[in-house]
């Protein structure tokens, strides 16, 4: 048994999404009898502790969760706040939440800000290294935190398992005829860009396939995408399949493709990762990952209940899976 039982634990035991224990707890939306009885006997055999019991069980509680992210505008927090809220529903706990904006980006300011209203615990969902910006304190605070989105150290963390993404995807584009493979990154200093490339690194290994040298690290948008295209297809005009970060650059890469005269996904297979609204209705629709972002929310949650109400101090690391959706850019 784990030492921390979350919701996602009782999913798995169960068969069934984390959404549906949440659904089967809160009676919001109806659930079947027969998956009912199989949440409710994983809740029991792994003593799982649903937030609006723990809350009961600390006296003199603020009830008061804080969340913390850089940026409400990224479309990635507000899928993850969206499952933090899934997780809480029901519940005692309130959802306190700042963003970094409103501090004029001074993270450091908004953490001590939460923290002066005596919250029960923290949820970082951000992208970046926070820890480079200011000392947390994680291994005196007094305060549970838990990381979404960023591995970050002596902290629980839940992620995505990006470089198993990158791996994927060089399976994948080997799959519909990729022989001579490429990939455009994002910004060199964020994680996720080299876990990626670092997955996709090793397929394409594994495959005894060589990819060029410059890796094209710059922004995550358009702009990057089409300008590293257009270079790399002029260095290594026999590229057949093309990895990029994210969908901005995989949009951008598709269009300097088009422009050079060369066909998506006949001659040049792309795949790009978040799945971002435009994808599926790109002019060539983007092949793409998504991110199990309202599942990371939820895990998040449920973990920081279960410190909060056990004190456990274990700082764990919880990987979840992207999910690859096949479209025409790469498959035709």
Known sequence: MPETVTILDVAQAAGVSPATVTHTLNG???VGEATRRKVLEAIEQLGYVPSWNASRMKRGSSGIIGCLAAD????FVNQIVRGIEH???GGQYSLFFVSGIEFGN?????YQFLKSHKVEGILFCHHLPIWKEFNLDTQNSDIPIVSVNMDTPDMISVIPDNQTGGYQAAEHLF???MRHPAMICGPEDRLSVQDRLKGFSERVQELNLSMPKDSYFGNYDFDHGFASAMQ???AS???DGIFCANDYIAAGAISALQKLGFLVPQQVRVVGFDNRDFSSFWNVPITTFELPLQEMGML????????????SSAKTKHVLQSKLIPRQSSKG
């Open 232 to 234: 790399l297809m002029a």
């Open 28 to 30: 919001k939306r109806p």
């Open 87 to 89: 997780g809480l529903a």
């Open 175 to 177: 799959g519909c005829g």
């Open 72 to 75: 409400i505008t990224e479309t």
């Open 300 to 311: 998040g949650v449920s973990i920081l209940n279960q410190v909060i109400t056990t004190g």
């Open 237 to 239: 005009p026999d590229t």
């Open 106 to 110: 001074d993270l450091k300011k908004a």
